[in-house]
């Protein structure tokens, strides 16, 4: 059987505003990518995706308090967003190592936070995103590409959207 390297903790992370560091060490909430599904009658019924089809993604970043970074990522306005975080890696010789990560994200912020606010406490402020293009790189590869807009399906180097786009 192969080893396969052993992802640990995340070991930092940043964000970029259409290029522009605006936050640090802040919990990221990356999109789920959930595929549209139909249901056939198959000895009953099954229910499958349905290639190019994806449902609405979204994104989050909750900070610590109120700062200009906030402020900047709740503007009502689309934006580019870059994630950069470092997850610890193991390898079969017990070797721990940092694997750079990068998610880029076209994006529209869906909130501007409130935040509970008491003395001696600092305050979480989570900013939701609807998100229209997603991808994700991990140590270099690109894991995977979503551009609802543009029709790109990419998960793992194949584009699942492009048969349907060539018929068009």
């Known amino acids: 059987?192969?080893?396969?390297?052993?992802?640990?903790?995340v070991l930092a992370n940043t964000v970029y505003k259409d290029g522009v560091l605006v936050a640090k060490e802040v919990t990221v909430a990356l999109p789920s990518v959930n595929y549209r599904t139909a249901e056939h009658s198959a000895m009953g019924v099954v229910e499958l995706p349905m290639l190019g089809q994806i449902e609405a993604m979204e994104a989050s970043v909750t900070k610590k308090g109120y700062d200009a970074g906030l402020a900047a990522l709740a503007a009502p306005e689309a934006s580019n967003l870059e994630f950069r975080f470092v997850q610890d890696v193991i390898s079969s010789d017990n070797v721990s190592k940092p694997e750079g990560c990068k998610a880029f994200m076209r994006v529209v912020p869906k909130t501007l936070p409130g935040a509970d606010l008491e003395p001696g406490s600092v305050s979480d402020t989570q900013i939701n995103f609807a998100v229209t293009r997603y991808q994700l790189f991990v140590g270099g590869v690109e894991v995977c590409l979503i551009d609802q807009l543009n029709g790109i399906q990419r998960i793992n180097?194949?584009?699942?959207?492009?048969?349907?786009?060539?018929l068009l």
């Open 1 to 9: 059987m192969a080893f396969l390297p052993i992802k640990g903790a």
């Open 157 to 166: 180097g194949k584009d699942y959207a492009k048969s349907i786009n060539s």
